[in-house]
């Protein structure tokens, strides 16, 4: 579902100004990766469903009818792709942030609670301790027992499942993936506005393709990148 969804965030940029992704550049059906796929070749429907959806749904929407000048150009930029590409930037960034920032906490409290999970079981034994040689009462270890016990089982179990969460939720990696999306679109967004701003001789067709392109490129390898992410994670319940 989300790879559908990003295939037609960003169709707006791509159809207002008749760019198209090649058929043979799509991803690789299953989430191999960055490779490509080729035709129908290889893979079940099932697994390429978005791709095939999104690429159907451009199509039927079909070239605009209009005539492309610069004007068109200019407006399609300005009006279409410029505010997608900040608001990705954004978006990236920001997701980046929050990433990083749940990889920090959760490992902090993971550790915090192996820490607990020592601190309770010393504390136990310094009761019992305190108890033999007369310090407290005897009774008073036995009384705190199921309470240490608990604690000197809980606090591990809940560490080791915080860790197991930051293992497979691999926010870090994530985090690195949407930064690096968030460079490579805000220089896409810089070299538009510099197309914008320069010669207006410049401002041809050729030049907006291209960096419409560079813009689908940078999407659909963000893409790639997570989808290999969960694929390289194969989750299996125990039995």
């Known amino acids: 579902m989300r790879r559908a969804a990003e295939y037609l965030r960003h169709a707006p940029a791509l159809l207002v100004l ?26 079940q429907l099932a697994d390429r469903w978005p791709e095939h959806f999104a690429r159907h749904a451009l199509r039927d929407v079909g070239l605009p009818q209009v005539a492309v000048t610069r004007d068109y150009l200019r407006a399609g930029l300005e009006g279409a792709v410029l505010p997608h590409i900040a608001g990705q930037v954004a978006y990236h960034r920001s997701k980046a942030r929050n990433l990083a920032r749940a990889h920090h906490r959760i490992d902090k409290v993971a550790e915090a609670c192996f820490v607990l ?14 108890g033999a040689l007369g310090w407290v009462p005897k009774a008073r ?10 604690c000197g089982v809980a606090f591990p179990t809940l560490g080791a499942n915080l860790a197991g969460i930051r293992y497979f939720a691999d926010f870090e990696r994530f985090a690195a993936i949407s930064q690096a999306a968030a460079d490579r679109l805000s220089g ?13 001789a410049m401002l041809t067709y050729r030049a907006v393709a291209d960096l419409v392109h560079a813009l689908d490129d940078a999407v659909i390898d963000e893409i790639s990148g997570w989808q290999a992410m969960f694929g390289a994670k194969p989750l299996a319940l125990p039995a």
Do not use: N
């Open 18 to 43: 008749g760019v198209a992704r090649p058929a043979g550049r799509w991803p690789q059906p299953g989430g191999g990766g960055h490779g490509h796929a080729h035709g129908h070749g290889g893979g």
């Open 141 to 150: 270890a036995h009384d705190l027992s199921a309470f240490f016990t608990f």
């Open 188 to 200: 896409i967004g810089a070299r538009v506005e510099l197309l914008l701003g320069g010669d207006p």
């Open 117 to 130: 999970a020592v601190l309770a079981v010393a504390a136990y034994l310094a009761l019992k301790g305190a």
